[in-house]
């Protein structure tokens, strides 16, 4: 059985002894703040995504991660490229289909997706139940469903493409089909933080790209430092205004034995 919060301070101490270069096709909204968590926990961040250099750029990168949030059909084909590329020089990338439900495109471009064989699909509980089929409540990017009640949809979708899945929420959960890994922490603030998840999905890809092998323990790393770092700053912040600078100043200070310290995780 993985030690997983002493799993999780070796990946950051990690991280930062690397600096891995992480390739985020991300939303137009997320860019500012994805690419100043990626920076704050200690990784470089790139958002390359035009068809032209997306997947040349993916060979370059250590990892890619790949968010659907503002859809434009002209991100499509670069989004393909680099997933292609990282599938076939085996870098680890990071799908996240958010709200993929709403519409025809969005599930069309998902389903491409998906058969390039993301290592980590990250998502909150309503995209993954239903990525897996069965009937959520999200409306729009916005969950109404609990992680509990998406941990089935989350072991069947990772069985199903041999993947990690992420349900974030009150609670979050890591499965790859037979382990399940739930952590607390986080704050309340953070849903009132647009584009938090989807910076969340960056950083996984910063956490894979130094663990190669081991998703699970890299997905749960980043979640961890993040359920860590919100409570830390939520401690401070005075709404959702001021959380965004508690957070990053709390991603950056933090160091690998208090993120042991303070992980609280529970592995079945």
Not at 130 to 151: H, I
Not at 155 to 160: E, H
């Amino acid at each position: 059985m993985t030690d997983f919060p002493s799993s999780c301070g070796t990946l950051l101490e990690a991280l930062r002894a690397s600096n891995p270069l992480i390739q985020c096709i991300t939303n137009d909204v997320s860019m500012n703040i994805a690419a100043n968590v990626l920076l704050a926990a200690g990784a470089s961040p790139a958002m390359v995504s035009a068809e032209e250099e997306a997947a040349e750029f993916a060979r370059i990168a250590a990892a890619v991660t790949i968010n659907i949030g503002t859809l434009w059909a002209a991100d499509v084909p670069g989004m393909r490229g680099a997933a292609g590329a990282a599938k076939e020089t085996g870098k680890p990338w990071v799908l996240d289909p958010v709200a993929h439900y709403a519409t025809s495109f969005r599930r069309r471009v998902v389903g491409e997706l998906l058969e390039l064989q993301p290592t980590i699909v990250r998502g909150n509980a309503s995209e993954v139940m239903a990525l897996a089929g069965l009937e959520s409540r999200g409306q729009g990017v916005d969950s109404r469903d609990s992680s509990l009640a998406a941990e089935t949809a989350a072991v069947d979708l990772a069985r199903r493409f041999a993947c990690v899945v992420a349900v974030t929420g009150e609670i979050d959960l890591v499965t790859d089909g037979r382990r399940r890994v739930w952590i607390e922490g986080g704050s309340t603030l953070m849903p009132k933080v647009t584009a938090l998840g989807c910076a969340l999905t960056c950083l996984t890809g910063a956490f894979a790209a130094v663990a190669p092998g081991r998703a699970l323990e890299a997905t749960v790393a980043a979640m961890t430092l993040f359920a860590v770092c919100g409570e830390d700053a939520s401690h401070r912040a005075e709404g959702p205004g001021s959380f965004p600078p508690l957070f990053l100043d709390a991603l950056a200070a933090i160091g690998p034995k208090r993120l042991e310290s303070e992980a609280r995780i529970q592995a079945e």
